[in-house]
């Protein structure tokens, strides 16, 4: 056998792109429910805001997932936009019957996360709100109800809008107060539900300006961005130890495979630094509770002085991770020469790969792909690792039986599992595994529900029309007989 006992097994969602409810039960909005529907044939969605003139403005891209609204910029909606984050999967008020379905499927595990805006709406000053919090400790109880052990995420994609308004986001310290105390009511108040937490769902996407072209002011916002959420993560890890010592904390980051598209030592090297910029520097900092050598070089060719406190360095040496968690869908290629093809990706851009083949978003299939990785970051890091985000978005064809034969999705993770599992027969520690958006969601780099990655289907359109009935994919049947064999059934 290659999976141990107690292997974790389930799927991953998150508040933003699954729960819906945007303005019930107390909850503030956040900067995403002000994000439309990208059309099908690109990636990219917008965040749209109102200018001072009244007129629509609008930030794409990168600017969209963590914007800061140029001068006098508004929140407002508009009414021939959809905001297809607001009503998402429609989890708020499906919870029980989305779970009672994960229970089929015979889930050890499930990861989402807890939105801020529904627990502090209005940050600290604005009090906790207690409607938020119930339906929280009610989805937990739910779960524990089944024997499903939550591995739950607090930040994710969800910056509340408030903090925005009031503090200007992250590159202010207050930000770093502000969710300790969030953390505090999270950790507290679900102590006896839930003991594996994350703490800041990808936070090296923070990153994502540098496949951009980019001015050193941007990239100073971006580091000290952060900065402010390492340091925000490393108190909130000795927070979780001293609420409950039971609790294991893990750092979540955007896997970033890539490969030299040709063997020219340049490329080669330029992979490297590569992997050093955009996955090292936040889970070296996280892991070994410092920033590596090769900061220093990285702030120097962005231009960037971070504002670091005494206090900080002390904080992220006591405020280390037990396990990288970390998100793999694809890999890219990389090089220095002009012949490349760019591919596709939701995050982070490279070249096309000759010897892969990609999904209807151009995104590279990679199954070894993510055993070289599991390798690659178990021999650097050695301490478990858990995949917590993988998986197939593509249109699903509803029969008229009700049926829904996506042998695509089956291969995809078919042959994804199949590689994680020669990882771990090779020596990888693996704690579990949870597919991405195993209830069908809204995508977040087009913010459409029908790029669909679940077993269980929503019957919801990119307009918001539809029953949001869910029905059982072929997938959901071929997931549960792999969780029922441990991972060895995968026929
Ligand atoms: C991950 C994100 O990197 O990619 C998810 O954490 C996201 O939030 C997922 O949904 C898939 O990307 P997309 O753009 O297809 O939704």
């Given amino acids: 056998m290659s999976f141990s006992k107690g292997f974790l097994w389930g799927t991953s969602i998150s508040a933003a792109q699954a729960e819906g409810g945007w303005d019930e039960g107390g909850k503030s909005p956040v900067q995403v429910d002000y994000a ?47 905001y297809s984050n607001r009503k998402a999967s429609d989890f708020y008020h499906h919870y029980k019957e989305d779970i009672a379905l994960m229970a089929e499927m015979g889930f050890t595990t499930f990861n989402t996360t807890i939105s801020w805006a529904r627990i502090f709406p209005n940050g600290v000053k604005g009090g906790i709100n207690q409607d938020g919090v119930e339906f929280y400790r009610d989805v937990f109880t739910e779960l524990r109800k089944y024997n499903i052990d939550p591995v739950i995420t607090l930040y994710k994609y969800d910056e509340p809008v408030y903090f925005e308004q009031t503090y200007g986001g992250w590159t202010n310290r207050t930000m770093i107060d502000e969710f300790l105390e969030f953390a505090k009511v999270c950790f507290s108040e679900y102590k006896d539900l839930v003991n ?48 409950n010592p039971q609790n294991k904390v893990g750092c979540m980051i955007a896997g970033t495979c890539t490969y030299p598209l040709t063997p020219d030592p340049v490329d080669v090297m330029d992979n490297y630094k590569y992997f050093q910029d955009i996955f090292c520097y936040s889970t070296d900092t996280m892991i070994r509770g410092r920033y590596p050598s090769f900061a220093k ?79 690659y970051i ?41 590689a994680m599992k020669e990882a771990v027969e090779e020596g990888v520690n693996l704690m579990g595994y949870t597919t991405w958006g195993g209830i069908d969601l809204v995508s977040a780099s087009t913010g459409q529900i029908e790029k669909r990655y679940g077993m269980i289907y929503v019957d919801a359109n990119d307009k918001g029309e539809g029953t949001y009935k869910r029905l059982r994919k072929d997938s959901f049947y071929w997931y549960k007989k792999c969780i029922q064999s441990n991972g060895e059934d995968l026929d």
């Avoid at 001015?215 to 927070?239: D, G, K, M, P, Y």
């Fill in 297 to 375: 070089r990285l702030w120097e060719e962005e231009g960037v002085k971070l504002e670091i406190e005494e206090q900080d360095f002390i904080d992220l040496e006591n405020g280390t991770v037990e396990f990288l968690g970390f998100s793999y869908y694809m890999s890219q290629c990389r090089t220095t020469h002009t012949d490349g093809v760019a591919s596709q990706g939701n995050i982070f851009t490279g070249f096309e790969n000759p010897y892969l083949k990609k999904s209807e978003w151009g995104w590279q299939i990679d199954p070894l792909g993510l055993k070289y990785f599991m390798h």
């Fill in 378 to 418: 178990y021999d650097r890091y050695s301490i478990p690792l858990l995949i917590i985000e993988n998986g197939l978005g593509a249109i699903d064809k509803v029969e008229e039986d009700g049926s829904i034969h996506d042998d695509y999705r089956i291969d995809y993770l078919r042959s994804h599992i199949q």
């Fill in 36 to 82: 439309n529907v990208g059309s099908a044939s690109s990636s990219g969605r917008q965040l749209i805001y109102k200018k001072e003139d009244g007129l629509k403005g609008t930030l794409t891209g990168a600017y969209a997932m963590f914007p800061h609204l140029p001068d006098n910029g508004q929140y407002a909606s508009f009414d021939d936009v959809y």
């Fill in 196 to 243: 594996k937490w994350m703490t800041f769902n990808e936070i090296n996407v923070l990153l994502l300006f540098k496949n951009l072209p980019h001015t050193s002011e941007e990239a100073q916002i971006r580091f000290q961005e952060l900065h402010n959420q390492l340091v925000a993560s490393a108190r909130a890890v000795q927070l979780a130890h001293q609420i």
